[in-house]
């Protein structure tokens, strides 16, 4: 068993796709989701979405972030979306070979870390705003000394 994606509902798709872009991720699919079969999966009447499928290049086991744009019914906004102390969703982590450059680029391009770097089991982390401010973070793992 393996991860095979993580689904983010986003009000600013272009955001989403230049954020997760800057991760490597690459878009594989666009479409618009709607009908009986996908309401009734989802449990949303009259559901009608962009469904954008984006791969992360050269990962084996393949992996995705699937981004939902929701066209009807409008999606309600996570209150406290930046709130790590609460249940539920807290961050998703991708290991980086170069944490400052990623973090250097992320920023250049308009998108905010939430935290400093710190130094913990064996890794250097920081914890990114990402789309509606969910959280990610990068970690690079340190060679032992």
Known sequence: MHP??????????????KFFKLLDFEEQKAL???????????GI????????????KGHS?????QLLHYRNPEA??????????RTGYN???FAVDDLEDRLANLQAAGFSARSEVMEF????????FGPEKITIELAEWMKPT
């Open 32 to 42: 618009v989701i709607s009908g009986p079969m996908f309401s009734e999966y989802m």
């Open 121 to 128: 089991n064996d890794r250097k982390l920081v914890f990114l």
């Open 45 to 56: 009447p009259d559901l009608e979405a962009d469904h954008v499928t984006l791969v992360l």
């Open 4 to 17: 095979d994606h993580v689904t983010v509902a986003v009000r600013d798709l272009e955001e989403a796709r």
């Open 76 to 85: 309600r906004a996570e209150p406290y979306p930046e709130d790590l102390c």
């Open 91 to 93: 961050h998703l982590c």
């Open 61 to 65: 086991p393949r992996f995705e972030i």
